[in-house]
């Protein structure tokens, strides 16, 4: 392995120059795997298992995540010897972050330096609006270009009316209809990443390691069945993995999430909810709540379940300001 494995780990020349310099029997390498601890990184040297940056939450800022590209040093031992350490962590071009779960001012990061999110969702059930919107919210706000996929085409009869149906919920967003199963809309999913870093989000049982494993071309993830009731899954997927797509491109794939947290994520409820934004912005009343206030131009502007998904997503963000520290303020937007 050479600079060509790191070039298909997503290594460009801009990352290198700004790239720290790098010690004696030391290399840069990329977090494929993340456990509490330990981090498994891949570059020119193969793949080695290693101590994080200090020891802590998964995911927590200030750790290593999946997708990070990091500086190793002391190379040249056994795989796990204590002399082989991540001594620095490269800055992020972006980062998909969600409120760590039962900590209200806890950041979890769950994939670093991505330029796609498929946000991943089954036409075995009818995807549920509030759920795609608050997934792209998370995606927007890591600086990612979000795109909706729609999986199982192949066991809805009108798939394809389907995705006119969420895509018209939608603000400018692309939604791609596809089925692992038959191959349909695979090579349109293919050509919006290809040769770009991408996160499969999504619930479980939306399909997503089946979604992978189509895209990379092999049985690499595990998938399992779902429930009838519901459409939902188990974890298949037990941490998120960073997998090289031959042809060109980097899939992470993440474990299906119940609990989608917003953390910090302004920006990303700005862009998907820009229209109610906008009017919220023109509104007559400084300290309108967007309710009852007569003549307020929000709500004569928009339907009112896309107004109620909007206040519910913007009180939770208003909710984690207000638990956090002024120094935490400060610091909370530290994984950018």
Do not use: Y
């Amino acid at each position: 392995m050479g600079d060509e494995a790191l070039t298909r780990l997503g290594w460009t020349p801009a990352r290198a120059a700004a790239a720290p310099p790098v010690p004696d029997r030391g290399a840069v390498g990329r977090v494929e795997r993340v456990d509490r601890g330990w981090c498994r990184v891949a570059g020119a040297f193969g793949s080695v298992h290693v101590r994080t940056l200090r020891e802590g939450a998964v995911g927590a800022v200030g750790e290593v995540a999946v997708g990070d590209w990091v500086v190793l040093s002391g190379l040249g031992g056994d795989e796990g010897s204590p002399t082989v350490a991540v001594a620095a962590v490269l800055e992020r071009t972006t980062a998909l972050v969600r409120r760590a779960t039962g900590r209200v001012t806890a950041p979890q990061v769950l994939a670093a330096n991505i330029d796609v999110v498929l946000v991943v969702h089954g036409l075995h059930v009818e995807p549920h609006l509030g759920l795609v919107e608050r997934e792209l919210v998370v995606a927007h706000d890591a600086g990612a270009e979000p795109v909706v996929v729609l999986t199982k085409a192949d066991v809805n009869a009108d798939a394809p009316a389907a995705g006119r149906a969420l895509a018209a919920e939608l603000l400018d967003v692309n939604v791609l209809v596809a089925s692992a199963t038959t191959g349909e809309g695979l090579d349109t999913v293919r050509a919006a990443v290809r040769d770009r870093t991408f996160v499969l989000l999504g619930p479980s049982g939306a399909g997503k390691s089946t979604l992978a494993n189509a895209l990379l071309g092999s049985a690499s993830q595990r998938i399992g069945a779902v429930r009838e009731g519901d459409g939902q899954g188990r974890h298949t997927t037990s941490a998120s993995q960073l997998i090289v797509v031959p042809g060109g491109g980097v899939c992470i794939d993440t474990p299906g999430i119940r609990e989608v947290g917003l953390f910090g994520a302004d920006d990303g409820l700005a862009a998907v909810f820009a229209d109610v934004e906008a009017l919220a912005e023109a509104c007559r009343f400084d300290d309108c709540a967007h309710t009852v206030e007569p003549g307020c131009a929000v709500q004569g502007g928009v339907e009112p379940g896309r107004l109620a998904r909007w206040r519910a997503l913007r009180a939770e963000l208003d909710e984690v300001d207000d638990a956090l520290t002024a120094a935490e303020r400060r610091s909370r937007r530290r994984h950018r």
